[in-house]
């Protein structure tokens, strides 16, 4: 035999040839190996064909509640019998001091058990003994049992068993799974005296093992915050629920933009944002939106509360309250559109948002921030196109080269905010601001053509990637 053994599977083989067949438990105490080197063990000399587990199941049977209460009271039929030991009593009698404790059971097993009688007269049936009675096989096993749980293969009045596990909470029967371990032929037959080289077998087979891991979109949100992190942005948070004000009114989008609309957006039912902007704040965008737009602005609509749409109402909010002179800065998070769900929509969905204010900033550094996050994504193949948002002028769109797919894909939105958005909340730089959708960077990165993959929970396919 060539097969090269580790000493915890020799440890095994020679006490398993000692003794054909033992449980992992008499394996320990026999080997002095600890129950995970056994188990694993066990494990190597089943790959090897070495070994064999025969698995079977053991009942343990103890007191139930009633079993307990049998115990130092008697069964019901044994408590009837003790009550009309000295003389017979009706059916009445016997009910106020059996109530509760099973007045029917007691009738129907005393005479069952042919142990009493029962006589009819005008004043109400008596009940008398009719037969000495004996101890009884449901008596007996209470008792049995009593001390510990004893297990079924043991006991051998198997009817005892069945009668009682009828009663209810009487008896409990508890299922035990035993594995047993034992040589195939071939081990039976190693010579373990004779002696070969510890070597380690390093060709072995393993079983795979799957740690625990981040979720693949949880990876790409972490990637990217590490890129603007690294690149000097700082990180702001703001809230999944938002005032229209600061998701559409502040960036100038007007009041019946179609993007506003139940169908695009979710709306909180009678839910209004009563202080989510200042006196000035609310006046001066009211009066950008009446005088550019030319409509009359209602403050009631802005207070509508929405999930957000996007992340920019973080990004503008922050502007308008700190009105920073010089700053770059992310947020990044959950963003949510009344959109019907398809390979490339989700309801809801991840943003990633970005400024840089400042004196010099030109659309050239927009291009150039965006080219170099790209790249540090592994995206090279990046052109930009002109596009519209109501809040930037002027208005692109980065498309990216997807070599697999042939074909290019929209990935952020950018462009300078307007004036008409600046102006009114005191903010007197100019504003780079881009963001996007999250999923769609991921499902590039592992070449996915369905957005809906990252949520399925396919462990094949998140074991994988
Ligand atoms: N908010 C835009 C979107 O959701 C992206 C964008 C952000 C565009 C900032 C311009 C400036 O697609």
Redesign the pocket.
């Known amino acids: 035999m060539s097969q090269v053994l580790h000493d915890i599977e020799k440890k095994i083989i020679n006490s398993l040839q000692k003794k054909s067949e033992q449980t992992p438990e008499n394996l320990c105490e026999s080997t002095e190996l600890s129950i995970d080197q056994i188990r694993r063990g066990i494990e190597w000399l089943r790959l090897k064909e070495l070994a064999q587990i025969r698995e079977s199941s053991k009942v343990e049977i103890s007191l139930g509640q009633n079993g307990i209460d049998a115990l130092k009271n008697g069964l019901p039929e044994r408590r009837l019998i003790n009550l009309i030991k000295d003389k017979p009593q009706t059916f009445d009698e016997i009910r106020t001091v059996l109530s509760g404790v099973g007045f029917n059971a007691a009738i129907a097993n005393a005479k069952k058990n042919g142990w009493i009688k029962i006589d009819k007269s005008d004043l109400g049936s008596k009940i008398s003994i009719k037969e000495e009675p004996v101890e009884t096989p449901e008596e007996k096993l209470i008792l049995l049992i009593s001390e510990k749980s004893v297990n079924e293969e043991q006991i051998e009045n198997k009817l005892a068993i069945k009668f009682l596990s009828q009663r209810p909470d009487y008896i409990i029967q508890n299922t035990e799974k035993i594995k047993t371990v034992s040589l195939t032929d071939k081990a039976s037959q190693i010579d373990l005296t004779i002696s070969n080289s510890n070597a380690i077998d390093v060709e072995a087979d393993v079983s795979s093992v799957y740690p625990a891991r981040t979720h693949p979109l949880k990876d790409t949100i972490d990637e990217i915050r590490e890129i603007f992190v690294k690149l000097g942005f700082s990180e702001i948070q703001g809230n999944l629920a938002q005032s229209s004000f600061w998701n559409f009114d502040a960036l100038f989008t007007p009041q019946d933009h179609p993007a506003r609309e139940l169908q695009d957006t979710f709306y909180i039912e009678n839910l209004k944002s009563k202080k989510s902007a200042n006196p000035t704040q609310i006046k001066q965008v009211s009066k950008s939106h009446s005088q550019n737009w030319r409509y009359d602005w209602e403050l009631s609509e802005s207070q509508k509360m929405v999930l957000r749409?996007?992340?920019?109402c973080v990004?503008i909010k922050y502007l308008a309250d700190k009105k920073p002179d010089e700053a770059r800065i992310f947020s990044l998070g959950r963003?949510f559109r009344n959109e019907k769900v398809s390979y490339k929509h989700l309801v809801e969905f991840n943003?990633i948002?970005g400024i840089v204010i400042g004196n010099n900033t030109t659309l050239r550094d927009l291009m150039g921030i965006q080219k170099e996050f790209y790249r540090q994504l592994g995206l090279t193949k990046i052109k930009f196109w002109p596009t519209f948002?109501p809040?930037?002028e002027p208005?692109l769109q980065t498309m990216v080269y997807n070599e697999k797919l042939g074909k290019w894909i929209e990935l952020?939105?950018?462009?300078i905010f307007r004036p008409e958005v600046t102006r009114p909340l005191g903010i007197t730089k100019p504003v780079l601001?881009?963001?996007?959708g999250i999923e769609r960077i991921a499902m590039l990165k592992y070449d996915l053509d369905d957005v809906r993959e990252f949520y399925n929970n396919d462990l094949k396919w998140l074991r994988t990637v």
Do not use: D, R
């Not at 749409?309 to 920019?312: I, R, V």
């Open positions: 749409t996007h992340t920019t990004t963003v943003q948002e948002f809040y930037t208005s952020f939105g950018m462009g601001a881009w963001g996007g």
